[in-house]
């Protein structure tokens, strides 16, 4: 069992800055495709980005790259989004989310992912 717990949010103006953090429990995190989801009020949940845990290779969606970016610290189970350049359409609550273990193949979207954290909201101001 894994449990994802994620800190970092906050109001933030537009062109600021935040980084998010994402807590794992168990000892898979080192073995495990980990993702960042975010939700604003009335939409789908979306896919923001993902890292693998071969080579820390990433994965972006169109509307962040070059603005966010995704890392991980094997050695203290923690996901990391650093968001630069924010706008007010980055509102959301923010999700971590991690895939089953020695998974080799990286899903973009939430159906592929088996463990979520209860979020954390970012507002941006224009």
């Known amino acids: 069992q894994v449990q994802l717990v994620e800190s970092g949010g906050g109001l933030v103006q537009a062109g600021g800055s935040l980084r998010l953090s994402c807590a794992a429990s168990?000892?898979?995190?080192?073995?495990?495709?980990m993702g960042w989801f975010r939700q604003a009020p009335g939409k789908e949940r979306e896919f923001v980005a993902a890292?693998?845990?071969?080579?820390?290779?990433?994965y972006y969606a169109d509307s962040v790259t070059g603005r966010f970016t995704i890392s991980r610290d094997n050695a203290r189970s923690t996901l990391y989004l650093q968001m630069n350049s924010l706008k007010p359409e980055d509102t959301a609550v923010y999700h971590c989310?991690?895939?089953?273990?020695?998974?080799?193949?990286?899903?973009?979207?939430?159906?592929?992912?088996?463990?979520w954290g209860q979020g954390t909201q970012v507002t941006v101001s224009s």
């Open positions: 989310a991690a895939m089953a273990p020695n998974t080799l193949q990286v899903s973009t979207t939430p159906a592929g992912y088996i463990y």
């Open positions: 168990g000892r898979t995190f080192s073995r495990q495709f």
């Open positions: 890292i693998n845990w071969i080579r820390s290779v990433t």
